[in-house]
Nanobody
Framework: QVRLVESGGGLVQPGGSLRLSCAAS????????MAWYRQAPGNQRELVAG???????NYADSVKGRVTISRDNAENTVYLEMNAVKPEDTAVYYC???????????????WGQGTQVTVSS
C-alpha cells in the first residue's frame, strides 16, 4: 500500500525556521512529482511548492524566497524548509505524490495525513 508520512511540524515563532519531511513508501518514488500543500481553517487547500521527478521546482508567490523544496530519492523523502515564517503560514501541511502514465494519461494522486505548523509569538 501507498503511504506518505509527514513530520517536522510544530510551534515556531514568527521569523523562525523549520523543516518538514515526507517519507514515502509503496511507490517508485523517483518517478513521481512531489508537492507540499497547506490548508488553514476556513481556507481552501493551496499549493505551497512542487518538485518534479527531474528536480524542477515551483513555489507559490506567498512563500517564494522563504521556502525551499528538495528531495532525496535514495531516502524516498521530500522536504520543505521554511524560513522567516509568518503567522499566515499557520496551517496543516500535506505531502502529495503524483504521476501521469505515459501510455493512457491516467493519473495517480496520493496524499499524506498532514502535519500542523503553528506560527505564533
Amino acid at each position: 500500500q501507498v503511504r506518505l508520512v509527514e513530520s517536522g511540524g510544530g510551534l515556531v515563532q514568527p521569523g523562525g525556521s523549520l523543516r518538514l519531511s515526507c517519507a514515502a513508501s509503496g511507490i517508485v518514488f523517483r518517478m513521481f512529482d512531489m508537492a507540499w500543500y497547506r490548508q488553514a481553517p476556513g481556507n481552501q487547500r493551496e499549493l505551497v511548492a512542487g518538485i518534479t521527478s527531474a528536480g524542477g521546482t515551483n513555489y507559490a508567490d506567498s512563500v517564494k524566497g522563504r521556502v525551499t523544496i528538495s528531495r532525496d530519492n535514495a531516502e524516498n523523502t521530500v522536504y520543505l524548509e521554511m524560513n522567516a515564517v509568518k503567522p499566515e503560514d499557520t496551517a496543516v501541511y500535506y505531502c502529495n505524490a503524483v504521476i501521469i502514465t505515459k501510455i493512457n494519461r491516467s493519473r495517480l494522486d496520493y496524499w499524506g495525513q498532514g502535519t500542523q505548523v503553528t506560527v505564533s509569538s
